[in-house]
């Protein structure tokens, strides 16, 4: 069968759309003129993609395994959500999926969703389904990952989350939080003159950093580039501070290492040519 990814895109931000404007009430009508007009389709109705050529599958759906299945083969990893788990764990036939099972690892993503209520079920949960598989708090490698987990009076609002959530100890929660980094460029920045064939540049950029010997092929292309070498030592560093140097990469806001480099270098020279 023909099936247009745009269209049944469509049919199902229509459906999100009807959901969210009638489940939820809006006290400000701007609020619901607002979202009407976020989700608007007609914009997407313009796209050329509504034309085709569409996608053409024999089987646009396929059948997931059986639970016996599962148990037969033994499941490594299982991806799911708080009211299945629940489900999978009171219904008799679904039970053995987890009887005996390792449960090294349990990850929750979107964690500061699980509070008051919600939150306090689903940490019972964790609890009866590692009483269910016959494991201990420390057998058990968990995870809870958010970007808003944070309280300016209390520091450590993450760990004592984690601590409560999962039923461990404070002490053995490790967080891993960001730090802001701020740029840092050279008070004297030049532009490189640019390479004859800047083609052939370009397309050694692009292999360089995957090339077996990163170092020589960085270096080598860099060179190509703006007719300078860069300074000695571990090559993503002396790049780095080399691009430091450089105004239209400063302009740009572009500055980093290995996985970076191509970008950094091909913006680098881009605006000098």
Sequence with gaps: MALNPIVYTEEIVRSFLRYQLTAYPFADERLHA????????????????????????ARPFRE????DELI?????????NVKQLELLLTRQKDVDLFAGARLDSLVFDEAHTFTGARGAETACLIRRLRSFCGRDAS??????????????GNPDAARDFASRFFGVPPGEVVTVGEAY?????????????????????????ATAVDDADADTAVRAAYLQLTGEEFGEGEYTVALHSALSKAEKTSQNGIIG?????????????????
């Design 64 to 67: 997931g395994a059986a639970v």
């Design 181 to 205: 980094e701020p740029e840092v460029w050279e008070g004297d920045r030049s532009l490189p003159q640019g390479p004859s064939d800047p083609a052939a540049a370009l397309a050694t950029c």
């Design 34 to 57: 607002q979202m009407r007009r976020l989700l608007s389709l007609d914009v997407t109705r313009q796209s050329p993609l509504l034309k085709g050529p569409y996608i053409s599958i």
């Design 257 to 273: 290492t290995q996985k970076q480099i191509k970008l950094a270098m091909v913006r680098r020279n881009y605006y000098a040519w």
């Design 139 to 152: 057998d058990t490698a968990c995870m809870a990952t958010s970007a808003t987990i944070v309280d300016e």
């Design 72 to 80: 037969a083969e033994g499941v490594l990893i299982l991806l799911t």
